[in-house]
């Protein structure tokens, strides 16, 4: 297997954004507030009270943006729409059309250069109107979210072929709910946690029928962000804390999507914590169980690094010395550990039998600015994204059926807790005067593509 095989089996190559992080334009054409315009309003939240209010400013920016595109060669493009553009206040029953006239836009250009439009449908920027009637706690809020997904796949059915449900539902619950460094806030809220977790699962189950009946021949997913999770050491302590983790982190969501169940060990391990009591999980139903494992097309996989997990809570001198030894780190802090994703595929291959792996995110912050000549030497960036297409592709070479890399991200943006304090982008972008330099890692993933495309 080489690359120019997969290239025949039509690969997607691509890049990530998501609306809140780069659109800006917040209140414009009737759009509504979102959770994360609340959340990063109130002081504090947000590293240097930074907001989304302008981001990248690609509301108005976006002919230049898919120019940038273009111009890198990709063949797809992931993005995700701003609800409340669609349904301001969320509850409303009809749509507001300057936000679909947006995304009409966005979409028939993409298509009309040659770039596939990959949508997710909620990267976290729900309408606050939602929020106010319980958020994700609420199941009246899966059926607003299943009823935007009808709209939705209703108005761009024809012309989007691929569909994420979700990004990344374990950000919103745990650290939404358990952080409380995402909206709405809130500190080890576990009850509540779960709860949204199942609410997630469950309005992505009841989404799927709708964006199929309405998206003829397209595909259907959700994006997880997943972690291999290894023990710090050998001790019984940092093997009990791994196993909690993965458990809250990967099996939550991967053992009712595949197998139909929840992690049982995971409820009892967090009564056992006196985290949650019997009634924090009477919401759990085997109907709902039903419609959560309905089966997709593909399983989105956000990578970013391993987590290597020590138990805290036991004194260092009685625990057994760390034998990880870790990796250099990101500018973000982040472990590079590309070996993780080689085996992260491979699991999901061999545990959960995943049909079909999308990478939807892939990608490292580092903060490397212009130099005299304007040149953005981030090297360590390119290093990071080659390791590891390198270890996908030994994954392929295994027999994963992966299908699709895309790098985050297109350009730098709003990093939500982070502020504009984190760079992920191939593209830099100046926060002042909002304009885009491609960095090298830009070129470099440039002559990637086209020499697997020739
Ligand atoms: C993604 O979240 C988001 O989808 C995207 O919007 C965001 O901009 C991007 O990543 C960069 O943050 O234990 O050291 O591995 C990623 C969220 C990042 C959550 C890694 C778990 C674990 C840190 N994940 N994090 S570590």
Redesign the pocket.
Known sequence: MNMNELDKKGFMWGVAT?SY?IEGAYDTDGRGPSVWDTFSHKKGNVKNNDNGDTACNHYNFWEEDIELIKKLGVNSYRFSLSWPRIFPKGTEKKVNQKGIDFYQTLIDTLLSKGIDPVLTLN?WDMPQGLEDIGGWTSRNVTEEFTRYAYYISKHFGDRVKNWITH??P??ISHLGYVQGIKPPGLKNAWGKSILVAHNLLLSHGLAIPEIRNNSKNSKVGITL?L?TAEPASESKYDKEECNFYDLQFNKLYLEPLYNKKYPEELFKELKNRKLINDNDLSFINNDDLKIISTSTDFLGV?Y????VIRNNDISENKNDEPLIELGDKTD????VYPKGLFNLLLQLKENYSVNEIIIT?N?C?YNDSPNENLEIKDQRRIDYHQSHIDQMFKAIEQGVNCTGYFA??LMD?F??AQGYS?R?GLIWVDFKTLERIPKNSFYWYQKLISSVEN
Do not use: I, L, P
């Open positions: 998501s992080q990267h990004n990344e374990w950000c962000n972690n956000n970013y690094s391993r987590a973000f802090d982040w472990e995110e990608g912050s985050w991200s943006n990093e939500w984190q992920f």
